[in-house]
């Protein structure tokens, strides 16, 4: 979508689709297009997320569909959304949260308040200090740091299970940064390492290999697992399959996934079993709306934006990948072709090459979408870039509150 301001003292842009001033749609259309009319876009400030708590629920509600239909329990991997002032829509589906640190831990426990899971690389002594009063279960990735806090985490009066993350070494993620099995990896205990005489204390296993991924991959990644670790199950009482799960994609195989997890579940009675996805939870949920700055040429039209991929959507540069915009096409598709730019000092702060059915100008408003998990945690202050505000919208009635605004405070405390 583009319009322009009411600033610019012009009336709405009409040239995508009609936009409304009055929000009224009773019944949601969940497809991304419609996010240009669901909401007042003018009212909003500029950069700022806006998540759909409609959009959200319905991601929910699948994932509890799959909860009740398998017997799983779900926790929303925190370091992918963490924007808990949607909390109140996801709790009532899911069964709790992991967490990568103690202040994800600490936030999933004032916030969400359900079951609290951690796992990281390697976690100090305060971190387990802070963990302790926090956590139901702290997952370790090496028997040598379970062992450490092992006489600490005896000593607290409030049981906490321990687990192990393992390496079932089986690829199949497509790249290397985020192929947790890839030859050398630090995140988990490979078979040749694992020590079954020294299970100790230890109630479950976990393992996370898969990102953005169908049941397929779970399939051949749990076949992986039971073979190097199967033996070790049945003297444990839980197993966590990680996240990466790709549930709420359309055309997702849920039906596989449901298979896999009560197959899982009828050959191993007694072991509960965690998924723990995070960005499943929030995908095509939120949106990023930036506004136009300027318009530059060299060699081609260059439109300077209000946010930065560096800053506001790192993932675009590091995955990398094309965010979508809503209104926007490949080049070609539409007449006036622009590079998009972001406003910080990187040479390669490009979002990419989009074709629009009309001329870009200052004042323009663009949203791309699918921007609720892995941007909102990422973002940074690099250049003093302005952080976008955070806005918990409702498309089943248009109902927009500006959770949060970030100023000149945010950016100087944290250096
Ligand atoms: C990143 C991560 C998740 C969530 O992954 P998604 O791809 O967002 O579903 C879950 N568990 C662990 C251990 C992770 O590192």
Same mark, same amino acid.
């Given at each position: 979508m583009i319009f322009q301001t009411a600033t610019h003292g012009l009336k709405y842009d009409l040239l995508l689709r009609t936009f409304s001033l009055q929000p009224k749609k009773l019944q949601p259309i969940m497809d991304d297009t419609s996010w240009s009319t669901e909401f007042a876009w003018q009212e909003l400030p500029s950069p700022c997320f806006v998540v759909d708590a409609a959009r959200l629920a319905a991601n929910a509600r699948l994932l509890a569909e799959i909860r009740a239909r398998s017997g799983c329990r779900i926790l929303l991997a925190l370091k992918g959304f963490s924007m808990f002032s949607s909390f109140d829509v996801l709790r009532p589906h899911l069964d709790g949260v992991c967490a990568s640190s103690p202040h994800e831990a600490r936030l999933g426990r004032e916030e969400f308040n359900k079951e609290v899971q951690a796992f990281a690389a390697a976690y100090s002594e305060a971190d387990i200090r802070e963990l302790s009063g926090l956590c139901d279960t702290i997952i370790f990735n090496s028997f040598n740091q379970m062992e450490r806090f092992r006489p600490y985490l005896d000593a607290v009066p409030r049981p906490i299970r321990r687990g192990l993350r393992v390496n079932p070494e089986c690829s199949t993620a497509a790249t290397a940064l985020y192929d947790p099995c890839a030859s050398g990896s630090r995140l988990g205990i490979t078979r040749a390492e694992f020590h079954p005489d020294r299970l100790a204390g230890i109630s479950g296993l976990? +393992? *996370?290999?898969?990102?953005?991924?169908? =049941?397929?991959?779970?399939?051949?990644?749990?076949?992986?697992?039971? #073979? #190097?670790?199967?033996? +070790?199950?049945?003297?444990?009482?839980?197993v966590n399959f990680g996240g990466g799960h790709h549930i709420t994609r359309p055309g997702y195989d849920v039906e596989r996934l449901v298979r896999l997890v009560t197959e899982f579940r009828?050959?191993?009675? %007694?072991?509960?079993?965690?998924?723990?996805?995070?960005? =499943?939870?929030? &995908?095509?949920? %939120?949106? &990023?709306?930036?506004?136009?700055?300027?318009?530059? *040429?060299?060699?081609?039209?260059?439109?300077?934006?209000?946010?930065?991929?560096?800053?506001?959507?790192?993932?675009?540069?590091?995955?990398?990948? /094309?965010? /979508?915009?809503? @209104?926007?096409?490949?080049?070609?598709?539409?007449? *006036?072709?622009? $590079?998009? @730019? @972001?406003?910080?000092?990187?040479?390669?702060?490009?979002?990419?090459?989009?074709?629009?059915? $009309?001329?870009?100008?200052? @004042?323009?408003?663009?949203?791309?979408?699918?921007?609720? *998990?892995?941007?909102?945690?990422?973002?940074?202050? +690099?250049?003093?870039?302005?952080?976008?505000?955070?806005?918990? %919208?409702?498309?089943?009635?248009?109902?927009?509150?500006?959770?949060?605004?970030? %100023?000149? =405070?945010?950016? #100087?405390?944290?250096?």
């Open positions: 976990h +393992f *996370h290999c898969l990102c953005e991924q169908d =049941a397929d991959a779970l399939e051949v990644t749990l076949a992986a697992f039971e #073979k #190097k670790f199967g033996e +070790f199950l049945d003297s444990l009482s839980w009828d050959r191993h009675p %007694g072991l509960t079993v965690y998924l723990e996805p995070g960005e =499943a939870v929030a &995908l095509n949920t %939120g949106v &990023l709306m930036a506004t136009v700055l300027d318009i530059v *040429h060299n060699g081609l039209d260059i439109a300077i934006l209000d946010t930065s991929a560096e800053t506001h959507m790192p993932d675009v540069l590091a995955m990398p990948y /094309r965010p /979508r915009i809503v @209104g926007a096409g490949e080049p070609g598709e539409y007449p *006036h072709l622009y $590079r998009l @730019g @972001g406003v910080s000092c990187l040479a390669g702060d490009v979002i990419g090459d989009y074709a629009f059915p $009309r001329p870009l100008a200052p @004042g323009d408003r663009l949203l791309f979408l699918d921007m609720a *998990h892995y941007s909102m945690v990422k973002t940074t202050t +690099f250049n003093g870039v302005q952080l976008p505000a955070i806005v918990l %919208g409702d498309s089943r009635n248009g109902g927009l509150r500006v959770v949060r605004r970030f %100023g000149y =405070a945010d950016f #100087k405390s944290r250096l």
